[in-house]
């Protein structure tokens, strides 16, 4: 015979209508509680039923995720990859499900904001997209619990990572080491590059070092190949510069590749820095000198934020969450071989 929820709520000593409240997580009831029923349940063997769930609470405990990147690596890079196992922890840890957003359902094209009414998603999380694109804008602006990364959209919340004072950092370890030729390969537009140069901007400023204009220079993120191109430019340069900044871990690849082409080594003749603090980079050698971010905890504090909204949480009265990275001092960067 199969186990029904009077049967939990009479091994739990409760009520069937606590039990419920229980496992709908409403906030009248203590998180011992929750757990124990929860618990109970699990060794009974019982489940609540996900259709039943629905129609009595009008949610479907499903949270939609958008991680479109047109170089397809979202899924393979370590930063998207961290933030969706943090988004998908707390997800689950709060009852949640989580669903990718497309455009497609098999031969059927519809929205972004049509595919998360298709699956009845309570909220949404914008976490890798071109978020100027009418689709994306609109999904963001819908009347649907919302959080983004790394993009603000007015009225909306947003969990960022301190770019602007990442690149200050860098920076600034650069100059006490002596640099004054200090380039910057930066990424592809978006509202991260343009904190990113902000920030180098400002830290420069802030050393009383004027900027060349061929010290800035463009290279894709999550590039090597770019990134060989755009530290070959830079070095071929009349007064090349002792130090390369690069728009992530990726592209440093590439700038060291470059390096060995011309016979230069790291960092005796060139320091090269980065950026996101790439576990499988930190095993270069010389060690990368890059701005750690924790992309995990930004996942955790994107779910958090996003149920507090759609379970009308007071916490969920903060709109911007900003996330301070860490600078990681390796040896790629080191003192200047002549100033």
Wanted: charged letters at 20%; glycine letters at 8%; hydrophobic letters at 40%.
């Amino acid at each position: 015979m199969a186990i029904t929820i009077k049967d939990v709520a009479a091994r739990c000593g409760l009520s069937v209508s606590t039990v419920s409240k229980a496992f709908n997580h409403y906030c009248d009831i203590s998180e011992q509680t929750r757990e124990m029923v929860q618990r109970t349940a699990r060794e009974m063997g019982y489940y609540p039923n996900a259709i039943a769930r629905t129609l009595k609470t009008n949610r479907s405990f499903n949270l939609g995720i958008l991680l479109v990147d047109e170089g397809k690596g979202g899924l393979t890079h370590e930063f998207f990859a961290m933030i969706l196992e943090g988004f998908k922890s707390e997800a689950e840890r709060r009852g949640y499900d989580v669903t990718f957003i497309n455009h497609n359902i098999g031969r059927t094209a519809m929205s972004y904001l049509e595919h998360c009414r298709y699956r009845n998603v309570d909220g949404v999380c914008l976490a890798c997209a071109d978020f100027t694109t009418p689709q994306v804008r609109e999904l963001a602006m819908a009347a649907l619990p919302c959080i983004t990364i790394d993009h603000v959209y007015p009225g909306r919340a947003c969990v960022f990572s301190e770019n602007r004072q990442g690149m200050d950092a860098l920076v600034r370890h650069a100059f006490a080491l002596g640099h004054r030729r200090i380039a910057y390969a930066h990424g592809q537009p978006s509202v991260v590059t343009e904190h990113r140069i902000s920030g180098y901007r400002q830290a420069m400023a802030a050393c009383g070092i004027a900027i060349c204009p061929e010290w800035l220079q463009p290279c894709a993120y999550s590039r090597p190949d770019q990134g060989r191109e755009a530290a070959l430019k830079l070095l071929r340069l009349p007064d090349p510069p002792s130090c390369l900044l690069m728009p992530d871990d990726y592209a440093c690849l590439g700038a060291l590749e470059a390096a060995t082409e011309l016979g230069l080594r790291v960092p005796e003749d060139l320091s090269v820095g980065g950026y996101d603090g790439v576990r499988l980079a930190q095993l270069l050698r010389p060690r990368l000198t890059t701005i750690y971010q924790d992309a995990c905890h930004m996942g955790i504090l994107a779910a958090q934020r996003l149920v507090d909204e759609i379970e009308g949480s007071p916490a969920a009265a903060q709109k911007l969450i900003a996330v301070t990275g860490k600078l990681l001092v390796g040896e790629s960067i080191g003192p200047v071989a002549c100033a």
